[in-house]
């Protein structure tokens, strides 16, 4: 028997809740900084986020300092980076409609 929903599923790195990774951005530590891997080609272990205000507030906000899905280490100064970057992309995408 083929399952009908055959898509990847992700947790969300802000809210925790898992949903559609199509669904989500992906973040990837690159040469030791995290980094928006909007083209999802990044090599090595990625988080995932949803592209929404309360999502982005929770990951940026988190007392989490090690994030098992990346394997990492992201410091608030880089969350507060990434979270700069999703605000500016969301702003884009929301002039265009």
């Known amino acids: 028997m083929v399952k009908e929903n055959n898509r990847p599923v992700r947790t969300c790195i802000g809210c925790m809740r898992r949903?559609?990774?199509a669904a989500m951005?992906?973040?990837a530590i690159q040469d030791g900084n995290a980094v928006l891997d909007e083209a999802?080609?990044?090599?090595?272990?990625g988080g995932y986020l949803?592209?929404?205000?309360?999502?982005?507030?929770?990951?940026?906000?988190?007392?989490?300092?090690?994030?098992k899905s990346l394997r990492?280490?992201?410091n608030r100064e880089q969350r507060?980076?990434?979270?700069?970057?999703l605000r500016a992309r969301l702003d884009r995408k929301a002039g265009l409609e």
Do not use: N, W, Y
Request: aromatic letters at 6%.
């Open 50 to 67: 949803h592209p929404d205000a309360e999502c982005i507030e929770r990951f940026v906000k988190s007392k989490v300092k090690q994030f």
């Open 19 to 21: 949903d559609a990774q």
């Open 80 to 85: 507060t980076r990434i979270a700069q970057m």
């Open 72 to 74: 990492g280490e992201i």
């Open 40 to 45: 999802r080609k990044i090599p090595g272990r």
């Open 25 to 27: 951005l992906r973040i």
